[in-house]
């Protein structure tokens, strides 16, 4: 009976309990004395939790009963399977816990097949001696706070069948080297801050079942899935993937892209997926014909596609499957009749069709035809056609080629009249009033200094995440966008600057930075600088999108920069915490999935370039949200400005050079720290503060309610987030926030150890929710 264990293959989340309880109760398997000892090492590590109060010394391990806590299956005085799960939501372990030690007394199990420790509050980077369980076969440490990179050593266990790492604080890529895990059929890692591509080396693991990388900050395109004949589950959903759909086998059952940055059409090959059961790629770019074929595949039961811009008519004779339980068509640029098929009488049914404009009577979400019409020509998708006879139209291409030749030839003609008079008179022609130059040439030292790997860091290889590229501005698009820099383009006051809202010829908003400059800069120096900026481009920045210079006229050295920064349209982070209508304010996991959206763009700008950019100027109307509230700092330090300029920047009403006074120091990295504390406390109470004084008040407040019981942490707090807040995870983020505060600045936390601890904070709260709450409408991946 035993025997029969070896059997069990782990190719499946879920490890059916009835199977382990074909061990015999009778067989009175003895340990050796060393995994007896271990077991209790184990439990000792642990702080002795109550589901494990069976174990002591005298315990006949092998022979426990298995129950939802705990289960030992051994063979041959050893053992095989060990599954311990915590309590859900459980804490971390205390300070004292090494997770060091912890997988040493592992790694006295050397016949370990399935190692599955859950909920337990472990925590630290996974170590590398994991891998000396080479027998491994399944391998699950969900639901703890392991962080750091994923060890390269667990590559060695080529018998590995099982790997779930979900709802840790793992980071990094996903590592090049997966594909060595060539049994390995469940790969899930989701709800963790992974980022980076996926590797190429993912189309090779032929053996792969199911793949869960949801909840990420995973992006760019997924590499091609075809050759994965086995792959029945794919969860992409809450990354930046994008944006070509992913090329993948006919065999799957789920496939999940949500939340991601995918674009164009949903490919016509869909129709073939007879597995599908289950299709989710709302909230994304999609354009193109929504095809019906989907709602009648052999196998749906579930379609999403809300948030995207399909169009096409849908008419009421279009079939469905009859056992779709869930149809999500709203946000989209349909139009027609809702299909009768999808009976909105049917209790076993859950079907929305709003904000398109489909023909429903008493639906005022629904928008009139001409308006889904222009959208779709204003997106590209659909391109107007003028009607006329076929001989017309051949007479007005005709007459179109005839009058082409005729014009070029003139204009050639006129241009090289041009060209010859300005030569002749090129010496006696005045300056215009004000002239552009852009002089593309490079020195040598310039090139060097780029090619120098040394000079930008990995982490500026994060991508443009869809944001276009880097070019030149002429001075005439900036006065056009801007309306000669019109008053009501004025945005208002930004470090060093003004910043002025426009619109471009293409009818996207720009945010347009004015800096002028001190007569002695040499602008050489400029071009260097401009040449790192337009590659710092992350998901927490207002990325720019490109530069423009204006000259003095004497000796055309530059006297303004014009930065042109990507438009975020939601307002700031204060308009929608202190100054937002209570139910539109954002919610506790909102909140810290934006603090940890500011904490990760500090974290960039300090590291993403050397030296890094400090003093940012950070403040809480100048973090902006986007659509889908994800956190992006605006207005902060650029290069030139650390060169080349001093100037005062103000904090609601307090300096900081006031600040820096109060601080006793000149550290840039404490300033930004001491910032994001203010910052964070504003997102803690909910009301605007507007002065240094106001910063010392809230700060006392802050450190009383800390000291107080739970009911004095829960009346400092902004009561429209008083009930969605677990008061562990509040006590995290009140605690970070004090020592962020701190006045020695040598007492304040590193940028990592903020982030770090924010993270932690969400976790805790992702174990308290059933959404996690590390989305910004994800829903709330940073």
């Not at 000079?455 to 030149?472: C, D, E, F, N, V």
């Not at 006074?661 to 605007?688: H, M, N, S």
């Amino acid at each position: 009976m035993a025997t029969s264990l070896l059997l069990f293959k782990p190719s499946c989340l879920l490890i059916p309990l009835i199977t382990l309880l074909l061990v015999p109760l009778s067989s009175q398997i003895s340990l050796y004395p060393a995994q007896t000892w271990s077991l209790l090492r184990i439990q000792h590590l642990l702080n002795y939790p109550p589901i494990l109060r069976p174990w002591h010394s005298n315990s006949t391990f092998c022979n426990l009963e298995p129950n939802p806590h705990f289960t030992i299956v051994c063979y041959s005085n050893s053992v095989t399977q060990l599954h311990i799960t915590g309590k859900p939501f459980s804490p971390s372990l205390p300070k004292t816990f090494s997770i060091d030690s912890f997988v040493t007394t592992l790694t006295r199990f050397p016949d370990l097949k399935v190692l599955s420790l859950t909920s337990l509050g472990l925590w630290g980077p996974l170590p590398a001696k994991i891998a000396r369980l080479s027998n491994l076969e399944i391998l699950n440490v969900s639901s703890n706070f392991l962080y750091g990179t994923i060890p390269h050593e667990i590559s060695n266990l080529t018998n590995l069948e099982t790997l779930i790492l979900d709802h840790n604080l793992f980071d990094g890529p996903l590592p090049n080297w997966v594909n060595s895990l060539q049994l390995l059929a469940v790969l899930s890692l989701k709800n963790n801050s992974l980022n980076g591509t996926l590797p190429n080396s993912l189309s090779s693991m032929i053996s792969l079942r199911i793949i869960d990388l949801s909840l990420n900050d995973l992006s760019g395109d997924v590499p091609d899935l075809t050759e994965l004949t086995n792959l029945e589950v794919l969860d992409l959903g809450n990354n930046s993937f994008g944006p070509q759909f992913p090329k993948l086998g006919v065999k799957l059952v789920t496939i999940v892209l949500k939340n991601n940055r995918f674009g164009g059409s949903i490919p016509s090959n869909l129709e073939s997926y007879d597995f599908l059961q289950r299709i989710d790629v709302s909230s994304n770019k999609f354009v193109g014909p929504f095809p019906p074929s989907l709602l009648s595949l052999p196998s749906v039961r579930y379609i999403n596609i809300a948030g995207n811009r399909f169009t096409g008519m849908l008419f009421k004779n279009i079939s469905c499957n009859d056992q779709l339980e869930y149809v999500d068509l709203s946000a989209n640029l349909l139009s027609g009749m809702v299909p009768s098929c999808l009976d909105l009488g049917s209790k076993d049914k859950s079907v929305f069709y709003s904000q398109n404009c489909l023909s429903v009577m008493g639906d005022p979400t629904q928008h009139p035809d001409p308006f889904c019409q222009t959208q779709a020509l204003a997106a590209g998708i659909l391109r107007e056609k003028k009607r006329g006879s076929k001989s017309m139209e051949k007479a007005i291409v005709a007459t179109c080629v005839v009058v082409g030749v005729v014009l070029c030839a003139l204009l050639v003609g006129i241009l090289v009249l041009y060209i010859f008079k300005r030569k002749n008179v090129r010496t006696i022609v005045l300056r215009p009033p004000r002239r552009l130059k852009e002089n593309n040439g490079s020195t040598g030292n310039f090139s060097q200094t780029m090619t120098d790997s040394r000079y930008i860091s990995p982490a500026i290889k994060l991508g443009a995440l869809g944001i276009p590229s880097y070019r030149t501005f002429s001075l005439e698009e900036i006065e056009a966008a801007t309306t000669n820099f019109d008053t009501s383009s004025f945005i208002g006051e930004c470090s060093n600057g003004q910043m002025y809202r426009g619109s471009l010829a293409d009818g996207s908003l720009v945010a347009i930075r004015c800096l002028k400059l001190k007569k002695k800069q040499a602008s050489i120096n400029f071009r260097n600088q401009i040449e790192i900026i337009s590659k710092l481009r992350h998901r927490h920045l207002t990325s720019a999108l490109g530069h423009c210079f204006e000259y003095y006229l004497d000796d055309s050295t530059v006297s303004r920069i014009f930065y042109i920064f990507e438009f975020v349209p939601n307002g700031n982070l204060r308009s929608n915490i202190s100054h937002g209508v209570a139910r539109q304010r954002l919610t506790w996991p909102q909140r810290i999935s934006a603090a940890i959206g500011v904490a990760k763009g500090i974290q960039f700008l300090h590291g993403g370039i050397i030296p890094g950019l400090f003093r940012n100027n950070l403040k809480i109307s100048n973090v902006l949200l986007d659509q889908n509230f994800v956190a992006k700092i605006s207005c902060y330090s650029l290069p030139i400005i650390e060169q080349s300029m001093q100037t005062e920047t103000q904090l609601e009403g307090a300096s900081n050079g006031e600040k820096d006074k109060a601080d006793g120091t000149d550290q840039g990295e404490k300033v930004d720290v001491y910032d994001f504390g203010v910052l964070l406390l504003e997102i803690l109470c909910g009301r605007p503060i507007q002065s240094y004084y106001e910063v010392g008040i809230m700060r006392n407040q802050l450190q009383l309610s800390l000291t107080g019981d739970r009911a004095a942490r829960r009346r400092f707090i902004d009561p429209v987030v008083n009930k969605s807040c677990s008061d562990e995870s509040l006590k995290t983020v009140m605690e970070i926030c004090m020592r962020c505060l701190s006045k020695e600045p040598a007492q304040r936390p590193s940028v990592e150890d903020v982030l770090w601890n924010l993270q932690f904070a969400a976790q805790v709260l992702a174990r308290s929710c059933e959404a996690s709450p590390l989305t910004p409408s994800r829903s709330s991946r940073s």
